[in-house]
């Protein structure tokens, strides 16, 4: 299964080039495939979408959290606040945000949405996908491009690179409301995450543009806790 879905990506498989990351066709489950030597066996993980949508009235319903913990993030999403969801491997960033972006989609703002990977769903008319390719458009490359595409909010799947330093600045600089997700246990931790992202792309942190620019963490623990 791994060759066959590395023939259909147009992708290279063997030992020298053992890993294989792909979106299958149809229903768009994540694929990641592995070979020896850098597993002993050969390792496949596949990742199903999300089927609905769970919106923050499903978390309080739930009891996930609080009502007043939904309606401070409902308000945050109205008032254009830059919102990142953090959280580590499984503890439902993705959910999280499909569920602020339900509140985005009640809006009648232009989003331009940004992601390597299909799994951030919004409703709303007004929508530009970018995504990523290999060797063609990093994630830097759609923060800059979507400029050009007259967005009001720029949501992005996940924070993990140099792009971050252009994130801020788009999201400070006129195009307020954007949502994203980071690894980081904690709202101290993700801004330390964001701080090591962007030296990726430049020595000096500017540590004043991310007080200005980030507004609210959503940190979530366990498996889909807050």
Not at 123 to 150: E, Q
């Amino acid at each position: 299964i791994i060759r066959l879905v590395a023939h259909h990506v147009d992708a290279e498989v063997h030992p020298a080039a053992p890993r294989v990351s792909a979106e299958l066709p149809g229903s768009g489950e994540r694929f990641e495939g592995l070979l020896p030597p850098v597993v002993s066996a050969r390792t496949v993980s596949i990742r199903k979408p999300a089927i609905a949508v769970f919106t923050l009235e499903d978390y309080v319903s739930g009891g996930i959290f609080p009502p007043d913990a939904a309606d401070h993030l409902r308000e945050g999403v109205t008032r254009r606040a830059n919102i990142l969801v953090a959280g580590g491997t499984s503890t439902g960033k993705t959910t999280l945000t499909n569920a602020l972006l339900a509140e985005v989609a009640k809006t009648s703002d232009r989003v331009v949405l940004i992601e390597d990977t299909r799994e951030l769903q919004c409703l709303t008319p007004n929508l530009v996908a970018l995504r990523t390719k290999d060797g063609v458009a990093t994630l830097s490359d759609l923060v800059r491009a979507s400029l050009r595409l007259r967005p009001d909010r720029i949501p992005i799947g996940e924070v993990r690179g140099p792009e971050a330093l252009d994130l801020l600045k788009a999201w400070g600089t006129g195009h307020p409301g954007g949502i994203g997700t980071i690894h980081a246990g904690s709202a101290i931790g993700a801004l330390r995450r964001l701080e090591q992202l962007i030296q990726e792309a430049v020595v000096t942190v500017p540590r004043a543009l991310i007080a200005e620019t980030i507004d609210m963490i959503a940190v979530l623990s366990g498996r889909g806790a807050e």
